[in-house]
């Protein structure tokens, strides 16, 4: 008998399969690793386990008969459904206006770049070209920076695929909510 295999199958810990079998953990642990075989005391509940993992129940005298009709999965619990979605929707709402300050965080440093170009182009005197220079070089390198580590595209594009998990997430569990009880969940 690979009582790993049934132990596996079944979701049992060594200790609940020792349990049933009627063994030491211990016993059972040097039977998996194949230092010792399995006593004849473990026969029957081993085998009633075998045959109900084939839909089966042993009947005492060397046969078996098929099984009564399986237990039903609890049904989802809609109170917990229904407060993960408030969860999700209450994010989403969060997210939503987290994205929208980023937004308003980048629009100065997207406008510097955009009028870099032409600050630059200017064909005038000017009363410093070194300091200018310096000005424009920072004006320019600050907005690269912002835009690059705390508000730009990189940072809404990860705020916009997290409100996309969380709309699909919510949409999901409002149509389990919405579906009855006993009918298959929405693929």
């Known amino acids: 008998m690979d009582t790993h ?18 063994v ?17 005391a473990t026969g029957v509940q081993g085998l009633r386990l075998i045959l109900a993992a ?7 005298a060397g046969g078996s008969f098929a099984a009564p009709p399986v237990l039903p999965e609890p049904p989802p619990n809609a109170q917990e459904l229904g407060y ?13 206006l987290e994205l929208e300050t980023l937004r308003r965080r980048a629009a100065p440093y997207v406008a510097r770049l955009a009028a870099a170009p032409a600050l630059r182009a ?3 005197p000017v009363a410093s070209p070194e300091d200018e220079q310096d000005w424009l070089t920072f004006f320019e ?13 990189t940072a809404q594009r990860l705020l916009e695929a997290r409100l996309a998990g969380l709309r699909c997430e919510a949409e999901l569990l409002a149509e389990y909510l919405e579906a009855p009880a006993d009918s298959e969940p929405p693929r």
């Not at 084939?54 to 005492?60: A, I, K, N, S």
Request: net charge positive.
């Open 5 to 22: 295999a049934l132990r596996t199958r079944f979701g049992l810990s060594q200790e609940m399969m020792a349990d049933w079998l009627g």
């Open 24 to 40: 030491a953990r211990s016993s059972l642990a040097l039977t998996e690793r194949g230092y010792q075989s399995t006593t004849s």
């Open 54 to 60: 084939q839909g089966l129940v042993y009947d005492g």
């Open 84 to 96: 993960r979605l408030r969860e999700c929707r209450v994010r989403i709402q969060t997210l939503e």
């Open 122 to 124: 200017y064909p005038g």
């Open 141 to 153: 390198l600050e907005a690269r920076r912002q835009l690059r580590t705390t508000c730009g595209a």
